[in-house]
């Protein structure tokens, strides 16, 4: 028997001693397995077996002597405490079937009931099953945060997370600090949200992470809110906000309300539901606030890659690809900040069809390329196309699990390498163009990204300022095309403009 079998059974009997303090009857357990997991974190499905009574349950663990590196989340205790709370406001939620102490060895951990339902975003977003829930749910959510926004302060855990939006700024811009690159239009914003603080908000408690994929949905609509180790007490507009960021829209970006639903449907119930009148620009700020966390988290995923954690010091594939969805943050800053992209917007960029109907391909052409040279049958690009079309047809689909997924990541890898090759130097050179319009000056890309971020964060630049404007959408497209070219706040953009995008 090998050692990580011994350590599943050893972690079997752990837990049946737990399960037998709650249900007595409790013989056997079943179908044993880790759904997911970070460096501290595990989350365990699994079946007890209780006479003639099958139990299906979620284990939520903490690693012992364990930190979670993103300082964000909070203890598992805290966070069934926060479920309880949940329930009894009315929230449905799974039910908390035990927590552990120190003396069951497994860490900070708690059981729960297991759910059942979808909450994969783009299946509850696209998908005809849900059509009638999706009708449903703006309102349900709206319903539903009022339950949690209203829950007593002094039933919760005195450890909980009490944060005003100037300090969760500070934090996302120490993040992207410590772990980005010099983003200017992260710049933009990061101005643009300490020149909109809302002041004087009440504090209440708030979900966190409350978006489309951290729902549980059936037909009728919401069945069970997931996810609450995000939770803290802060102004209550965070939540919604937070569940209109664009990349909780699944494609469905004229859906604002988690892909599913308009704002005023939201904002209705959760008035109607006890919440406090919703002013649509505090929700703004948080949606704003939301898409710069979003691309700062990305950013924060990348630089803990995990190679620490892997015997042959091999970073985690999943992570350095997230890295490059940083820049879906930098698309939907735009489209929430500044004015509407121009045709001459997308002219100047590499967007390969260039615009539409007909006509020579206008962004090649600015680009200094040549859209109609014929391949090179020897060349990196058509040797990038075999191996992703290799990975595509052959391996993904005879892999499945954790295999097939990562499979299915290597492919998107791929795919970003190749229109890198394609794209990549032409998108850099406009980019270079650019700047030394902007600053006057010369120097390597990272020193005048880094100077128009210190000049726009200082105010010298203002923020509706054309020429910097044109530049940042110029490149918001360039590296959307060669990143993220399928992503739905980027083909929202193309749509509007008549363009299509690049393969």
Excluded at 7 to 26: G, H
Excluded at 86 to 102: C, K, M, S, T, W
Excluded at 295 to 310: V, W
Excluded at 343 to 367: E, F, I, K, N, W
Aim: net charge negative; aromatic share 6%.
């Amino acid at each position: 028997m090998g050692a990580a079998s011994e350590t599943t059974d050893a972690m079997q009997r752990k837990l049946l001693a737990v399960l037998q303090r709650v249900w007595p009857d409790c013989n056997a357990i079943e179908g044993l397995r880790r759904l997911s997991g970070g460096a501290s974190k595990f989350t365990w499905s699994l079946d007890a077996r209780c006479g003639d009574l099958a139990r299906a349950l979620i284990l939520r663990q903490s690693q012992p002597g364990v930190v979670s590196q993103s300082g964000m989340s909070i203890p598992l205790l805290d966070e069934a405490a926060v479920i309880r709370t949940a329930a009894a406001q009315g929230v449905p939620v799974p039910v908390i079937e035990a927590v552990l102490d120190a003396d069951d060895g497994l860490g900070q951990a708690y059981l729960m009931a297991r759910v059942e339902g979808e909450t994969l975003g783009k299946r509850i977003v696209h998908d005809a099953r849900f059509e009638r829930a999706r009708a449903r749910m703006a309102a349900q959510c709206g319903a539903l945060l009022a339950r949690i926004h209203a829950a007593p302060l002094d039933g919760l855990p005195g450890s909980l997370p009490r944060l005003s939006a100037q300090t969760m700024l500070d934090r996302i811009e120490a993040t992207h600090v410590a772990t980005g690159r010099p983003r200017p239009i992260y710049a933009l914003a990061f101005r643009w949200l300490r020149e909109h603080l809302p002041l004087g908000r009440p504090m209440r408690l708030v979900h966190g992470d409350f978006r489309t994929g951290n729902l549980m949905v059936d037909d009728d609509g919401v069945a069970a809110v997931l996810d609450w180790e995000l939770a803290c007490i802060a102004d209550p507009m965070i939540d919604l906000g937070w569940l209109c960021v664009t990349a909780w829209r699944y494609g469905a970006v004229d859906r604002p309300v988690g892909g599913f639903g308009q704002r005023d449907a939201l904002f209705r119930a959760y008035e109607a539901a006890g919440g406090e009148p919703v002013d649509p620009a505090v929700v703004h700020f948080w949606e704003v606030f939301g898409s710069l966390r979003w691309g700062t988290m990305c950013e924060d995923l990348c630089s803990r890659d995990g190679a620490d954690d892997h015997p042959t010091g091999r970073p985690s594939l999943e992570r350095v690809v997230i890295g490059r969805r940083a820049s879906e943050a930098e698309i939907d800053l735009m489209r929430l900040l500044a004015r509407a992209p121009t045709r001459a917007d997308l002219a100047a960029s590499v967007v390969g069809t260039g615009v539409r109907p007909g006509g020579p391909d206008a962004a090649h052409q600015a680009a200094g390329t040549h859209a109609a040279e014929a391949p090179d049958r020897f060349g990196v690009d058509r040797l990038l196309h075999a191996v992703t079309a290799f990975v595509a047809e052959d391996a993904v689909p005879g892999l499945s699990g954790r295999a097939g997924f990562e499979a299915r990541v290597a492919r998107n890898a791929l795919e970003i390498i190749r229109r890198e090759c394609r794209l990549g130097r032409a998108a850099e050179q406009a980019e270079r163009e650019g700047l030394r319009r902007l600053l006057d000056t010369e120097g390597s890309m990272s020193e005048m990204r880094e100077a128009l971020c210190r000049r726009v964060a200082a105010g010298e630049v203002a923020l509706d300022d054309e020429a910097l404007v044109s530049h940042l959408w110029i490149g918001a497209l360039n590296t959307l095309a060669i990143d993220q070219p399928g992503y739905g706040g980027f083909r929202h953009v193309l749509q509007q403009l008549g363009a299509e995008s690049p393969t």
